[in-house]
């Protein structure tokens, strides 16, 4: 079975600082991987998401992630953030091969400081 | 292209009382999913429509949720009775098939509040 494990329940930063929100899977064949995003009262949108290839992904809204398959993660960073950004952000794991169902992580809360 | 449509946005309800979640997915989408919503929690996957074969229902609890998906479009979820512990966030997601191309499409979701 696949599961997801995010490591910071919240993550608090200052506009403009550098941010890593950091994700943890386990599975036992190879995986898609996501990062969705998802703002007050409002559905989930995806960020970006890892197939295969390069291991760099990039998305919307400056974000992008890095596979790493030795360390099993798949860390979401931005360089500079926004008081837009504030948000729940989820990432998620999806066996290529079997029903294709995605299995979500608990979610970071990123809150942005002015 | 229109989103995946789901209505109502917001339902209180009494314990023990049954309620409906509608859902309409994006045209031509295939596959269908609800997922339960936990606050605090990510999504946790309830079932899975194959046009209008279920795919995977392994964490509905079929005692008190049913669901169905007619002519393999409309969707619709229903619980009956409700219980205190399903106040969540009910979504429901489309995609064309093979979530590593197409990915997932959610809607905006069902707030049920069961007091």
Known sequence: A???TQLDSQVPVFEEAPVELRCNYSSSVSVYLFWYVQYPN???????????????VKGINGFEAEFNKSQTSFHLRKPSVHISDTAEYFCAVSDPQGAQKLVFGQGTRLTINP | EAGVA???RYKIIEKRQSVAFWCNPI???????WYQQIL?????????FQNN???????????RFSAERLKGVDSTLKI???KLEDSA???????SGGTGLQGYTFGSGTRLTVV
Do not use: R
């Open chain 1, 2 to 4: 696949q599961s997801v």
């Open chain 2, 6 to 8: 789901q209505s109502p």
């Open chain 2, 40 to 48: 605090g929690q990510g999504p946790k996957l309830l079932i899975q």
């Open chain 1, 42 to 56: 409002q559905g989930l949108q995806l960020l970006l998401k890892y197939l295969s290839g390069s291991t760099l």
């Open chain 2, 80 to 82: 009956q009775p409700a």
């Open chain 2, 89 to 95: 966030v009910y979504l429901c997601a489309s995609s």
């Open chain 2, 27 to 33: 045209s031509g989408h295939a596959t269908l999913y």
């Open chain 2, 53 to 63: 074969g279920v795919v995977d229902d392994s964490q509905l609890p079929k005692d």
